[in-house]
Structure formats: C-alpha cells, structure tokens
C-alpha cells in the first residue's frame, strides 16, 4: 500500500541486501573503495568492523561484484562457525581439489597448498570472504593464520578478508590469537549514520 502511496518501485528498508539501492553516503563509497584497492595490492590479511546493521554484508556483496573477474578465484563463507577440519574441506570443495574424507590433516593441507600454487602460476589469485567473522571458533581462526603462511617468494597464495562485529576486533586481541591480529595489514571501522546521513538514506 505505502509503495503506491510515496510513488516507490519497490518496498524499500528490507532486512536483505539490494545493490541497486547501494547508500554512498556516511564514508560507504570510500571504504568500498578502500577495501577493492587493498585486495588489488594484494594485503594478505584485511578486517571490516562494524556494529549490526551497519551494512558489512551490503559492503561485502559490493566489493564482490566489483572485483568479479576471471583473476579472481573467490570463497565466500557466509556460516563461519565450522571447525578446522570443515574449513579445509570446504576449502577442498571450493578449489575443486579431490580429497579422501579419511585423510589426514597434513595430507589436505599440502592439497590446499599444491592447489594454490598451481592457481598463482596460472595468473590467479584466492580471496577468502568471511563474514560474520565474530562467529568463527578461535582453532579455526588460528588454522587460517597458519594458512595465511603459505606463500610464494613474492606473493601471498591466500587473501583474507574478515566482516565481523566488535567482538571480532575482541576476539583477536586474545594472546591466542596475537600473532593473526598482528598480521592484519589493513583495517576499516564503520561508523554509525549520523543524523544528517539518515536523512539522506530516508529520502
């Protein structure tokens, strides 16, 4: 009824995502750009913080579409409360790497690093999208810190970007886990709307 009433196309405000309806205001625009630069350069590990609701999945859907192209080899984990072992295998499946389910873990993590060097010779570069990254148990976070290692002599065989809520920021300054925050190379905080960019989102 409201849509016919205010002349709208479509119901606007709605819990999921339309990129098409993309806010540019309250710094949005800079940091989608801040985040498609710092994967373009090749940052190994990056994190977004934002409180809920301050559009990191709407973010994340952007940076995505932007930087869609056949250079890109993409993973993205929207369930990120697996355990280590689910990780490698979902790593598995997304690289398109056969693996016995019975094998041991140092035989799958040399499949992941056969694969990925194989990628990185070819031209191709692996991003891994995680979002709701608060959610990821600490072992699994510290198995992506030893598979954030793998390398070649000049490039990083895996890219990182981590979309959580302030408990993730929390989360990593643990001792556990000091060595994965230490290797963040770039990070975006984003800010609550203020009233005037409220105003905008409205209209």
């Not at 606007?12 to 710094?27: A, I, R, T, V």
């Not at 598979?147 to 929390?170: A, H, M, R, W």
């Amino acid at each position: 009824m409201y849509e016919r009433f205010f002349g709208l196309k479509k119901a606007p405000f709605k819990l999921s995502s339309d990129l098409e309806l993309f806010f540019e205001y309250g710094d949005r625009n800079q940091v989608v750009d801040a985040l498609v630069y710092s994967i373009q350069r090749g940052d190994p590990i990056v994190k977004v913080i934002g409180d809920v609701g301050c559009g990191k999945t709407t973010i994340l859907r952007k940076v995505l579409k932007l930087i869609s192209n056949p250079k890109f080899h993409i993973i993205h984990i929207y369930f990120p409360n697996i355990s280590t072992k689910d990780l490698l295998f979902l790593l598995c499946k997304e690289l398109d790497i056969p693996v016995d389910e019975d094998a041991e873990k140092y035989q799958v993590i040399e499949l992941i690093e056969q694969k990925l060097l194989q990628l990185n010779l070819e031209g191709h570069r692996v991003l891994l999208m995680i979002d709701e990254a608060q959610a990821m148990p600490v072992d699994t976070l510290e198995e992506l810190r030893m598979l954030s290692n793998l390398e070649t002599d000049t490039d990083k065989l895996l890219q990182i970007v981590f979309f959580g809520q302030p408990e993730f920021d929390k989360t990593l300054h643990i001792p556990q886990l000091r060595q994965l925050q230490s290797r963040v190379s770039y990070e975006i905080y984003l800010k609550p709307l203020d009233c005037h960019e409220v105003w905008h989102y409205l209209n």
